[in-house]
């Protein structure tokens, strides 16, 4: 069973498309600062999230959280399409990244 429908799930991949268009334009000039450089290298991790988003996206467990399984709300995809955990598990996942 499918938790989303194909048109959500259309939705998500435009989103993630566009996304992916506008980080790779990016990629044209090379960056010249500390800065740019530093900026470049967070683009490139959401460039690899946002393709294997694309990949996932038609999977039946696209949508499931990678950590509980429970379902992720549809209103968090939209606002963050390369979510691959609920609110919950992405609040532990970051404390143990940071401490
Ligand atoms: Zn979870």
């Known amino acids: ?12 991949e435009r989103q993630l ?15 010249e ?6 900026e470049r290298e ?4 959401e460039l690899a999230y946002v393709e294997s988003s694309l990949q996932r996206l038609h999977e039946p467990e ?14 968090r995809l939209q606002a963050n399409p390369i979510a691959v955990r ?3 598990c992405q609040r532990v996942h970051e404390g143990a990244a940071e401490r």
């Open 1 to 12: 069973m499918h938790y989303f429908t194909i048109e959500q799930r259309e939705t998500l």
């Open 86 to 88: 609920c609110l919950a």
């Open 17 to 31: 498309a566009a996304r992916a268009a506008e980080l790779r334009a990016g990629f044209a000039a090379d960056p």
């Open 33 to 38: 600062t500390e800065d740019e450089t530093a």
């Open 62 to 75: 696209f949508g499931l959280c990678a950590d509980c399984g429970e379902e992720i709300p549809y209103s």
């Open 42 to 45: 967070r683009e490139r991790r």
